[in-house]
T-cell receptor, first 115, second 116 residues
C-alpha cells in the first residue's frame, strides 16, 4: 500500500523568506502523480502544484517549486518570498496514474508566516 | 460555476442518530469523491463515483456509512447510528475524468460533524 509521510508538523518562516516543506512517500508503482495542497484555516483545500513521476524536471508555479527525487521517494515544496497569505496547512498527496483517482494524503504541515 | 458546495457546513448530533450530508460537484465533473479528515490529520479516502456508479469504497467505510449519487450529479453521504468516533470533517471533491486530463480534484468546504 502506498503511504505518504510529512515529518514536520509545524514550520514557521519570516515574511519574504524561503521555506521548504518535506514529504516522503512509499510506492511500488513507477508511474504516479504527486501534489501539494494548501488548506487555509476554515477554507477549502486548493491545489498548489503537481508533479508527474515520469517527468524529471521539477514543477514550478510562480513562488512555489518542488524538489522531486524519485529514487529517494522524496517530494519537497519550496515557497519563495513567503507572504502572510501563505499561512495554512499544507498536505502532500499521492495518486496512482491508473484510473482510480483517489488521493493519499500525508499528515500535513502547518506553516506560520511571521510579519 | 460556483465550485463544489456542501450542505450543511456544520452538524451536531447525538450518538445513535442518523445524519445525511449533501455534495454538489462542479457541473460538468463526472467524478465525485468523499474524504474524511480528523483534526490535525490529512484527509482519508472514503469512496468515489464515476457518474452514478460507485467504483471504490475504503475499508474505513463501515456498514453504517452509505453514499449515493443517484443521477450522476449531487451525492449524499449517510451515517447511521452515529458514534463519537465519527466526529470529523467530511470533504467532497469532484473532477473531470477524461483522456489526457490531469483529473484535478476540486474540494468543497466540508461538513464538520460533531457527535455528542
Amino acid at each position: 500500500a502506498q503511504t505518504v509521510t510529512q515529518s514536520q508538523p509545524e514550520m514557521s518562516v519570516q515574511e519574504a523568506e524561503t521555506v521548504t516543506l518535506s514529504c516522503t512517500y512509499d510506492t511500488s508503482e513507477s508511474d504516479y502523480y504527486l501534489f501539494w495542497y494548501k488548506q487555509p484555516p476554515s477554507r477549502q483545500m486548493i491545489l498548489v502544484i503537481r508533479q508527474e513521476a515520469y517527468k524529471q524536471q521539477n514543477a514550478t508555479e510562480n513562488r512555489f517549486s518542488v524538489n522531486f527525487q524519485k529514487a529517494a521517494k522524496s517530494f519537497s515544496l519550496k515557497i519563495s518570498d513567503s507572504q502572510l497569505g501563505d499561512a495554512a496547512m499544507y498536505f502532500c498527496a499521492y495518486r496512482r496514474s491508473s484510473n482510480t483517482g483517489k488521493l493519499i494524503f500525508g499528515q500535513g504541515t502547518t506553516l506560520q508566516v511571521k510579519p | 460555476d460556483t465550485g463544489v458546495s456542501q450542505d450543511p457546513r456544520h452538524k451536531i448530533t447525538k450518538r445513535g442518530q442518523n445524519v445525511t450530508f449533501r455534495c454538489d460537484p462542479i457541473s460538468e465533473h463526472n467524478r465525485l469523491y468523499w474524504y474524511r479528515q480528523t483534526l490535525g490529520q490529512g484527509p482519508e479516502f472514503l469512496t468515489y463515483f464515476q457518474n452514478e456508479a460507485q467504483l471504490e469504497k475504503s475499508r474505513l467505510l463501515s456498514d453504517r456509512f452509505s453514499a449515493e449519487r443517484p443521477k450522476g450529479s449531487f451525492s449524499t453521504l449517510e451515517i447511521q447510528r452515529t458514534e463519537q468516533g465519527d466526529s470529523a470533517m467530511y470533504l467532497c471533491a469532484s473532477s473531470l475524468q477524461a483522456r489526457f486530463s490531469y483529473n484535478e480534484q476540486f474540494f468543497g468546504p466540508g461538513t464538520r460533524l460533531t457527535v455528542l
